[in-house]
């Protein structure tokens, strides 16, 4: 889907593009770190779980635009905001919004992370800003 966006709009917004366009929706303003800690032995686990489910994330990034390491502990914790699956939109798995942070593209208001006052899901596919105008299209 990115590759179909870039050939839409342009290149993608870069992590900071996204995380400034975004921060006026963050609940904690100031905060840029968005990964939950994890004790040593549950992050061993942690990244056996990433690399054994080949989930689409690199644990050594700084930047993170989804707190995975948040939800693998929801997971574990048997958290209902914790699931998971194949979006009819791109056909990619996809994860809950719960663990949005700010950098990423489709952060919306069903994130821990946000305001109640950031973009919400419209039409199954896309955000709108309280104002009305389409923030993020997943079918662009």
């Known amino acids: 889907m990115p590759e179909l966006w870039d050939a839409i709009m342009g290149a993608a917004p870069s992590p900071q593009q ?64 914790a699931v998971s699956g194949v979006n009819s939109n791109d056909q990619q798995m996809h994860y809950s919004d719960y663990w949005k942070t700010p950098y990423h593209r489709s952060f919306s208001n069903e994130s821990q992370y946000a305001t109640p006052n950031a973009p919400q899901w419209v039409n199954e596919s896309q955000l709108a800003t309280p104002g009305g105008r389409i923030a993020f299209d997943e079918r662009r």
């Open 18 to 81: 996204t995380f400034a366009g975004n921060q006026q929706y963050a609940a904690t303003p100031g905060r840029t770190d968005y990964n939950t800690a994890l004790p040593q032995l549950d992050e061993f686990a942690f990244r056996q779980w990433v690399a054994n489910n080949r989930v689409p994330f690199n644990p050594d990034s700084r930047t993170q635009d989804y707190d995975m390491r948040g939800f693998w502990r929801g997971l574990m914790q048997e958290n209902p905001h």
